[in-house]
């Protein structure tokens, strides 16, 4: 019996660290870091030390300085008296209005046009190609103020809805008005208001609305385990219950109930005076905006959605249409969610564009983010780092929950595995 020789492990050398690429990385890896966290350290010193010559400090204390400006139509209750901190937070709450008002329009109308370009009548599918290159190839900012100035000159005053010799008539059963100032719509009235729960910094929610959203999750609760059962019972049997009416009933009648004791109605906006009263008064700015911002990305949508669609084999439509289903049904159950995977990828990068793209409301006027904090809050109190710091980090937790909600989607839909 032979003994096998083990080798004698080589010792360390420093040399071992660039040529050996067992340390290789890791040296690599530790020298980046020192660069980077000393670029940092510069960077930081350097403004501290400018910032010193300048007679300034770092500190974000002027958020709790009175804000002294008005924003026009606030989500929440605001006055000038109020904090730059509360005016940051109506900027915020109004630019995710814009984003997920637009992210909504955008979609549906994107998903048109897409399966619109494909469409076999010819000149549909050319209008559509004019559309999307119209869009897409001149800047946002141009078509904010272009649908800006429309509702500005083409539009009338409120005045021409009044009298019996008005020159301009309200439209939608007489429940919208067009001004060249705002735009007039109903809001909701309740018979029987439950009270509100004070969430404290002068925010209050109506129990009504606590209730609607209670009566929507339970649900899609309830519908989501009408599901399970359904597809539990068709693995066992071979059938599928029929269960459209249940999961309708779970999903409509609670809320109908709700609104019949609430006793919710519309108000729609009257003409007194010179204006309208009685309904919610849009400022245009954010219309304008919204509209601009939906047609610009819906462009880029319509063409996702074409990509996505092109993408499936058309072997999928072929044995679909084999099976006698029409094209409708064959493009909404079996093209369109296969060719989800291939959208939502470029999609999220749509979302995100669009919210960033809202930071252009400042011209038409819409306070939002970048109106309130990136703009009167900073020419005011003169805090220009702060500022951008802190709207730069607002723009980026809201980039990554848009981002962490797609990617969670896009997990749920894309093809599994074996």
């Known amino acids: 019996m032979s003994d096998t020789a083990i080798p004698a492990q080589t010792p360390f050398r420093l040399s071992m660290l660039i040529y050996d690429r067992r340390y290789r990385s890791l040296t690599f890896q530790v020298i980046v870091f020192i660069l980077v966290m000393a670029f940092g350290w510069w960077l930081i010193s350097n403004t501290i030390e400018n910032l010193r010559v300048l007679g300034k400090d770092f500190n974000f204390g002027f958020l709790f300085q009175r ?3 008005d924003i026009p139509q606030p989500p929440i209750p605001y006055t000038s008296d ?26 549906v109308l994107g998903v048109i046009v897409g399966v619109a370009r494909l469409s076999n009548n010819w000149l549909f599918a050319r209008l559509m190609t004019i559309y999307v290159e119209a869009f897409r190839n001149v800047p946002l900012l141009l078509w904010i103020l272009v ?19 008005a020159t301009a008539s309200m439209i939608f059963f007489d429940n919208v008005a067009l001004t060249n100032r705002y735009t007039a719509i109903p809001t909701l009235g309740m018979t029987n208001d439950p009270g509100s729960l004070d969430l404290g910094w002068r925010i209050t929610i109506s129990w009504a609305t606590i209730a609607f959203a209670v009566a929507l999750i339970g649900g899609w609760l309830v519908h989501r385990a009408i599901a399970n059962w359904a597809q539990k019972t068709q693995d066992q049997t071979g059938s599928r219950p029929t269960t459209w009416w249940m999961s309708l009933a779970v ?36 219309v304008a905006l919204w509209l601009a911002l939906t047609l610009y990305t819906a462009a880029f949508i319509a063409e996702i959605v074409r990509a996505g669609i092109l993408a499936i084999s058309k072997g999928q439509s072929e ?8 094209p409708r049904r064959t493009m909404s159950l079996v093209v369109l969610p296969q060719a989800l995977r291939v959208i939502i990828p470029p999609l999220i990068s749509q979302y995100l564009n669009l919210m960033k793209n809202s930071s252009l409301a400042i011209a038409v006027g819409f306070m939002d983010l970048k109106g309130t904090l990136g703009g009167t809050t900073l020419n005011q109190t003169g805090r220009e780092l702060e500022s951008i710091l ?3 980090g607002i723009y980026l937790i809201l980039s990554l929950i848009i981002s962490a909600g797609m990617n969670y989607f896009n997990s749920r839909v894309k093809l599994k595995e074996r």
């Open 147 to 165: 649908v800006f100035s429309v509702f500005r000159e083409v539009l009338p005053p409120p005045n021409a809805f009044r009298g019996e010799n």
């Open 251 to 286: 999903m409509t009648v609670p809320s109908l109930l709700l609104i019949w004791y609430f006793g919710l109605h519309l108000i729609p906006p009257e003409m007194k005076g010179f204006n309208f009263v009685g309904g919610l008064n849009i400022s245009n700015g954010l």
């Open 82 to 107: 109020d904090t730059h901190l509360r005016a940051a937070v109506v900027g915020v709450l109004n630019t995710l209005i814009v984003t997920v008002l637009g992210c909504i329009a955008a979609t």
């Open 67 to 69: 804000a002294g400006y």
């Open 319 to 326: 044995a679909s249409f084999a099976l006698g289903i029409s």
């Open 390 to 392: 802190l709207m730069m």
